[in-house]
């Protein structure tokens, strides 16, 4: 059980509104007096999604670390195929003559890598393990002109159930939810496949200050699974989804592209600050 109050030797508990934050009572950054309650506070909804979020990045970061020994042996085989059996390794036609590769195995092999490498993330790009906003910072970006309270009793605010993938900002504001099964995805309700932040009376976002930057930037006017004709307000019929199926290659290389930004960007968040979210700052004398 969550437990909030000064007694415990922390301030704001899960319910104060402050995003879940849970703030030990020393001083940071002096060797304050540490008790044994404080060490054995109970987790906070912060704690646990820190934990979970270190799990995700070593995930992705193992994963990578095999797709480029897969690359190393994809390109090791080619290359192989090529100068001893003298013909073009598959998807090339069987019989189809070699390429020539200038150099030693070891130098062909060496200039081949990345774009294999390239090819293999792009292919494993297709399954979202972990996905993250990588767009600019929400409260710097200009929201969109769409005059939602005017349309909602059309729309039926049905953007707010589509999927999308919270920022590293996002995470650590600890505000909005995220699906702990589908990380970062915005968590939506099983009831009626809301966001959970969308009320479900209203149909308003009871999270309007703090809302993603995709929430923000969002312009459903040319989007046809919202309007069949936008200028006279037509709805398009419900239940209309985007394609994975559309997705092309130049989509997955991107994705493979931001993926590994994923890994830099939430690795460098985790570094930099303490469990509650609070910024780690150098040491005082
Ligand atoms: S579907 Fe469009 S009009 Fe309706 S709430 Fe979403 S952004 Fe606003
Ligand atoms: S955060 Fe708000 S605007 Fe965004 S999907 Fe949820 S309810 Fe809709």
């Known amino acids: ?52 979020r270190a799990l995700n990045l070593s995930d992705l970061s193992l994963r990578d670390a095999v797709l480029q020994l897969s ?3 994809v390109t090791l085989t080619d290359e192989l195929t090529r100068r001893l ?53 929400k ?15 059309l729309c039926g605010a049905r953007c707010c159930t589509y999927t999308f993938a919270l920022s590293t900002a996002d995470l650590d504001e600890g505000v909005i939810r995220w699906d702990y099964g589908q990380p970062y995805l915005i968590r939506q309700r099983a009831s009626d496949g809301f966001c959970v932040h969308n009320d479900p009376t209203t149909r308003g976002c009871t999270a309007h200050a703090h809302r993603p930057r995709v929430c923000r930037t969002y312009d459903c006017r040319d989007d046809k699974r ?12 419900l239940g209309q989804h985007f394609d994975e199926t559309k997705v092309t290659d130049f989509d997955l290389f991107e994705r493979a592209r931001l993926r590994s930004l994923t890994v830099h960007r939430e690795a460098q968040a ?16």
């Not at 919202?226 to 019929?237: F, L």
């Open 139 to 153: 409260y710097e970006v200009t929201p969109a002109d769409v005059p939602c309270a005017e349309l909602i009793p």
């Open 226 to 237: 919202v309007w069949t004709d936008y200028e006279r307000r037509i709805p398009a019929p």
């Open 1 to 52: 059980m969550l437990v909030s109050g000064s007694e415990n030797g922390y301030l704001h508990g899960e319910n104060s509104g402050d995003g879940g934050r849970t703030l030990p009572i020393a001083t940071r950054g002096t060797l304050g007096a540490v008790t044994d309650d404080a060490r054995d506070a109970p987790i906070s909804r912060r704690d646990f999604e820190r934990a979970v």
């Open 85 to 137: 059996d003298k013909v073009e390794p598959q998807p090339a036609p069987a019989g189809t003559p070699p390429t020539e590769t200038p150099g030693t195995l070891e130098e062909a092999v060496t200039e081949l890598i990345p774009t294999t490498l390239a090819k293999i993330r792009a292919a494993d790009a297709r399954s979202t393990r972990v996905a993250l906003d990588m767009g600019a910072d």
């Open 270 to 285: 985790i570094a930099t600050t303490f469990s509650d979210g609070a910024p780690r700052l150098p040491p005082q004398s």
């Open 71 to 73: 690359a190393q042996v």
